[in-house]
């Protein structure tokens, strides 16, 4: 990793949040109108998927090899990713508040400092823990009270913890010749796929409604929400990737927090919803905790390895 590399890399993992940070204000006003999550979230992979699938043959140039050389990462972003990260957030959510499953959701930077300390065979530096300790108190802050609900929500949330830990390393993965927004698309689509299948099998609630629904400030067809969801989602997802193969997982991680910010911002400005100074005050720290994790120079995520002290090979 450059140093070059890195302020690109957090521009574009800042709009990659930015991008993700909109879906909640552009879902909520579809549930309200009769669309379940789990198909919501089928619909917005698939058309994603589908904005990407031009950008994605052009990247390629041809070469259709490197699909195939890359069918393992791409199965790994599509299942774990896109479809089995939102069903265990939804499992989660049915049963615990929706602010306990945000917050146990957005440790797996947590997780991946952890994985991190375990590969390198020591402790993460001091500035890390600090950065992970000012970024979570801040996460607290944006989210606002939690609790309740019962032990299988919260095992359904630190599944989905599991679930955004591993998608960044999965995106961090180096290419081998797989633009990111191949990687993208593939995985949406794919990810849809395995959404819809599960949908048809009735573990989850699938149901929509075409009709008019009210979003922008007015009446609109179930439409139009989608065909700006598709645009945002495609636009995080290609982004993300991009930028976990410039940051690593870890720091991609922490920039990912961001999604949380901007989802309160957009709510305040699409919805109407209070956006109150402690949030204001919470997206600051989560900052914060970002330029500490930054500042730590050693390689950060487990399958990009780094020496171990007094040892002559990279431990992996």
Not at 54 to 72: I, K
Not at 102 to 120: G, M, Q, W
Not at 223 to 241: D, K, N, Q
Request: aromatic share 8%; charged share 10%.
């Amino acid at each position: 990793m450059t140093r070059s590399a890195v302020p690109t890399g957090l521009v574009i993992g800042v709009l990659a949040s930015v991008s993700f940070g909109t879906s909640g204000a552009l879902v909520k006003p579809l549930m309200e109108a009769g669309w379940s999550p789990a198909a919501a979230v089928t619909v917005r992979a698939a058309l994603a998927g589908l904005v990407l699938v031009p950008f994605a043959v052009r990247a390629l140039h041809g070469r259709w090899g490197a699909l195939w050389r890359a069918r393992w990462r791409i199965l790994g972003m599509a299942l774990i990713g896109v479809a089995g990260t939102q069903l265990a957030y939804f499992a989660a959510i049915q049963r615990i508040p929706v602010s306990s499953g945000l917050l146990i959701e957005y440790t797996a930077p947590l997780l991946l400092v952890a994985a991190v300390a375990l590969a390198n065979r020591r402790m993460p530096r001091v500035i890390v823990l600090v950065g992970a300790a000012v970024a979570l108190a801040g996460l607290v802050l944006v989210i606002g009270p939690v609790g309740g609900g019962d032990p299988l929500g919260y095992g359904f949330a630190a599944v989905a913890a599991v679930g955004v830990a591993l998608y960044y390393v999965i995106a961090a993965r180096p290419a081998d010749g797989l633009p990111p927004v191949a990687l993208a698309s593939a995985g949406l689509l794919f990810g849809a796929v395995s959404l819809g299948l599960v949908g048809l099998t009735g573990l989850v609630p699938f149901s929509g409604a075409f009709g008019e629904v009210t979003a922008f400030g007015g009446s609109v067809p179930w439409w139009l929400p989608f065909a700006a969801l598709a645009v945002t989602t495609a636009i995080g997802y290609a982004f993300s990737i991009t930028a976990s193969q410039r940051l690593g997982s870890r720091l991609m991680s922490f920039v990912g927090m961001l999604e949380v910010v901007f989802a309160s911002m957009f709510a305040w400005v699409l919805l109407g919803e209070a956006l109150g100074p402690f949030q204001l005050l919470g997206g600051v720290l989560i900052l914060v905790g970002i330029a500490c994790v930054r500042a730590e120079k050693q390689t950060d995520a487990p399958l990009e390895a780094v020496p171990v002290a007094e040892e002559p090979e990279p431990v992996r």
